[in-house]
């Protein structure tokens, strides 16, 4: 159904507001060590913070937003230089998302996202694709987003000619209204295999639904038609952002079916059937653990202002002080807090250089063994356990220590905990202890699944 006159429609943020940041970054060149990295993406954080509670409660499109993300180049951090990329490892595209996240959590998922899709071809794509794909990302500054939630069914694949055509829905795709570029995935019915591939985003085909009110109403629309409603600025529905999608006939060449032979339409043993081929899937899951992270230091960094400027001491302490920064209670919660972030990062710092390794050392060859896969995986599960009990416990925590008045929603604290929990509840951290349990007990490293 096509948007008219009488729906509910579609609010983005407008990119004009930053216009003064997108001079300066166009004047300036990409960094290039990894501290630069680092200093850009804390800079981009500073200026998503200024009004990310007003964003978030007003709950827009980030068109505004990801054309920052693109204008600073973090979108690029990961791209060969010879395509005009940042060049850099994993490891520092880690804590980019990590630093994002402390400004505004949603952003630094987005970015995310987009980084892990924006590297697919690195993984199940040939050495052909892989070039011609990151060429064609980071030389158009594309943002990517992707329909592959693994607890839908498949989108189903059928072949016609010299295209495949791509059927099907999936309840969630995170930030696929404001990408360039789709990832699909998906079954050829012929088969049973697995396809990935991008396709453009702004196609009739790729449609989102968005939800009108809490129960079941709903409309459909292009991309087309979401940044046209926006940009009239009317109000936008919850959830935009991961909303669901249906995929109605979209074609994709033969040739860009991701690790297959477009002549003779099989996949290449040599890229899809070795555990190479299986390591989106930590990468992402490092990705979320990073995002937690960052949330969570961006909710103390937050809190500790907030206290120092508005929360008032307990008169009836026994041992009572003029200013609540020098009472026993919130000293001691905020080193507590401050001490299990500190160990958080350090583990997702080693975890990161664990997958960074991989890819730098080893894409030539593409041959890790199983074994070293999934001992990879455990230092991702292990950041996931740690990442996630730290955010949950800092994020809900902070009131204890910022007072009553805090838990306002126009103060905006609730949010960093409202992001933490929402996320992790797709991916039951339970699993993951028990999956460390077994390769600690018995040595047994994790079956290759959609969440390992």
């Not at 509910?8 to 300066?24: E, I």
């Not at 993984?123 to 693994?150: C, H, M, S, W």
């Not at 989102?208 to 038609?225: D, P, W």
Request: no cysteine; glycine share 8%.
């Amino acid at each position: 159904m096509s948007p008219s006159a009488t729906d509910t429609s579609l609010q983005a943020t407008d990119p004009t507001v930053y216009d003064a940041h997108f001079k300066r970054f166009a004047s300036s060149s990409l960094p290039q060590t990894e501290q630069e990295w680092i200093t850009r993406a804390s800079d981009v954080a500073q200026i998503l913070a200024e009004d990310v509670t007003t964003r978030d409660r007003e709950q827009r499109i980030p068109e505004a937003e990801v054309a920052l993300l693109k204008s600073s180049g973090l979108t690029k951090v990961l791209g060969p230089k010879a395509f005009g990329g940042g060049g850099q490892a994993w490891n520092v595209g880690y804590q980019v998302i990590r630093e994002v996240a402390k400004g505004d959590g949603s952003l630094g998922m987005l970015l995310g996202y987009h980084l892990l899709w924006s590297w697919t071809a690195h993984v199940v794509g040939t050495d052909e694709q892989r070039d011609r794909f990151q060429e064609l990302i980071i030389k158009n500054n594309y943002f990517i987003g992707g329909a592959v939630n693994p607890r839908d069914s498949d989108l189903k694949i059928t072949s016609e000619g010299e295209h495949i055509v791509f059927n099907g829905f999936k309840n969630f795709n995170t930030g696929g209204v404001i990408s360039d570029l789709t990832v699909l995935e998906g079954v050829l019915e012929e088969s049973g295999a697995h396809i990935f591939a991008f396709s453009p985003t702004q196609q009739s085909g790729i449609q989102f639904a968005v939800s009108l009110s809490s129960i079941t109403e709903s409309q459909v629309y292009t991309k087309k038609h979401l940044l046209t409603y926006a940009q009239a600025s009317k109000p936008v529905p919850n959830g935009l952002l991961s909303s669901s999608v249906k995929i109605d006939r979209v074609a994709v060449p033969w040739e860009d079916a991701l690790g297959w032979d477009p002549k003779l339409k099989k996949p290449l043993p040599e890229v899809l059937e070795i555990p190479w081929a299986t390591l989106l899937l930590p990468t992402i899951q490092l990705v979320f653990s990073n995002f937690y992270i960052g949330i969570a230091l961006g909710a103390l960094d937050f809190s500790l202002k907030y206290t120092k400027a508005n929360t008032r001491a307990w008169p009836f302490g026994g041992d009572n002080k003029d200013s609540a920064s020098d009472e026993f209670y919130i000293l001691e919660r905020y080193g507590n807090f401050f001490a299990h972030l500190r160990a958080a990062e350090a583990l997702a710092d080693r975890a990161g250089i664990v997958i960074a390794d991989l890819y730098n050392n080893r894409s030539e060859k593409r041959d890790i063994t199983p074994q070293e896969r999934g001992e990879a995986a455990e230092w991702v599960a292990s950041v996931k356990v740690v990442a996630t009990d730290t955010a949950l416990r800092v994020t809900a925590g902070v009131f204890e220590v910022t007072g009553a008045r805090a838990t306002s929603t126009k103060v905006g604290l609730d949010r960093f905990w409202r992001d933490v929990r929402t996320h992790s509840l797709h991916d039951p951290v339970a699993y993951k202890n028990k999956e460390l349990g077994r390769f600690a007990l018995l040595g047994e490293i994790p079956a290759i699944t959609w969440y390992t």
